[in-house]
């Protein structure tokens, strides 16, 4: 799967959402690493949309996009999150704490 990150939104050829319906980002780690995928970009769009993206489809451009188009993201958090070995939700300082949510995909 690839995801576009760009100055109008993210997705991929099917869809994009434009980065002023994102209300809340936050990142979510579970037990699984490290030879798993163990950490996840959890999104919240606004009418209550949700999903999550692997943290292996955010790389280190989409983040600098991410922190043009989203005033207040931490990719601090973010590496904090990313060294857990628990399983955590937690805020990426856009938009508050990121609710538990049952998962889903883009």
Known sequence: MKIRFDEQGFGDE???IPWDD???VGI???SEGPFREDVFWQFVIRGDAFFELPGSLIDGAALDVMQE???GLDSRN???WGRS???RVGPCGYGGACPLVP???I
């Open 14 to 16: 099917t869809r994009t």
């Open 22 to 24: 994102v209300s809340v």
């Open 28 to 30: 979510r780690t579970t």
């Open 69 to 71: 188009q989203l005033a």
């Open 78 to 80: 973010r590496v904090g």
């Open 85 to 87: 070995c628990a399983s």
């Open 103 to 105: 998962r889903c995909d």
